[in-house]
């Protein structure tokens, strides 16, 4: 069974540029979760979708950021205008069951962010 | 506020000699805990959790986590330890109670170094 995918695995941009992440779900998982990692800090949580809906949104840092998930199978996150504070790693994670039973959540390999 | 702490940046411990890292957590309630673990240039792998019953958790690669209550810890551990061992080790915990208890709360993470 594939595990959680992310493209691309690093990106280097310019202050003020777009940028546009991808995430592939382990098939079959409904919830997708985005989060990030700055600055060798703890990894936060952005935002949490259930299928194609936004379960939970309340870790995304502002408007700049906008994830979708149509048809409820890959996530994109595009980040618009990019800021150089927006560098970081982004990861995606995947499950089944979504906030019952202790469901866990597998994560994909990241992808590097770095804004210039 | 909710919140996870590791308290050692960094372990370091002699091959073959047990190890232990530490948790310890500031959560309401009863949460689901996890230990998470990133080998050097790959994503977060899934290790071990606790949801409920024995306080020893045992996972992959022969780990095990010990839940405390009492301490509002969770140690991982492993009797013996291998070079291949060494990475970075995120605790983590989720709310079991709160209605959208989606997000996953990690600590910054405790980096093992394994020397033979």
């Known amino acids: 069974e594939a595990g959680v995918t992310q493209f691309p695995s690093h990106s280097v941009i310019e202050k003020g540029q777009t940028v546009t992440l991808r995430c592939d779900p382990i098939s079959g998982h409904d919830n997708l979760y985005w989060y990030r990692r700055v600055m060798g800090k703890e990894i936060k949580f952005l935002l949490h979708?259930?299928?194609?809906?936004?379960?939970?949104e309340s870790g995304m840092p502002n408007n700049r950021f906008l994830a979708e998930r149509t048809g409820g199978t890959y996530s994109t996150l595009k980040v618009q205008p990019a800021e150089l504070e927006d560098s970081g790693v982004y990861f995606c994670?995947?499950?089944?069951?979504?906030?019952?039973?202790?469901?866990?959540?597998?994560f994909g390999p990241g992808t590097r962010l770095t804004v210039l | 506020a909710q919140s996870v702490a590791q308290p050692e940046d960094q372990v370091n411990v002699a091959e073959g000699n047990p190890l232990t890292v530490k948790c310890t957590y500031s959560?309401?309630?009863?949460?689901?805990l996890f230990w998470y673990v990133q080998y050097p240039n790959r994503g977060l792998q899934f290790l071990l959790k606790y949801i409920t019953g024995d306080n020893l958790v045992k996972g992959s690669y022969g780990f095990e986590a010990e839940f405390n209550k009492s301490q509002t810890s969770f140690h991982l551990k492993k009797p013996s330890a291998l070079v291949s061992d060494s990475a970075l080790y995120f605790c983590a915990v989720r709310d079991r109670y709160e209605s959208s208890a989606s997000k996953i709360i990690f600590g910054s993470g405790t980096r093992l170094s394994i020397r033979p």
């Open positions: 979708f259930v299928k194609e809906s936004k379960q939970d």
């Open positions: 994670a995947s499950s089944q069951w979504g906030t019952s039973s202790g469901d866990t959540q597998y």
């Open positions: 959560v309401s309630g009863n949460p689901y």
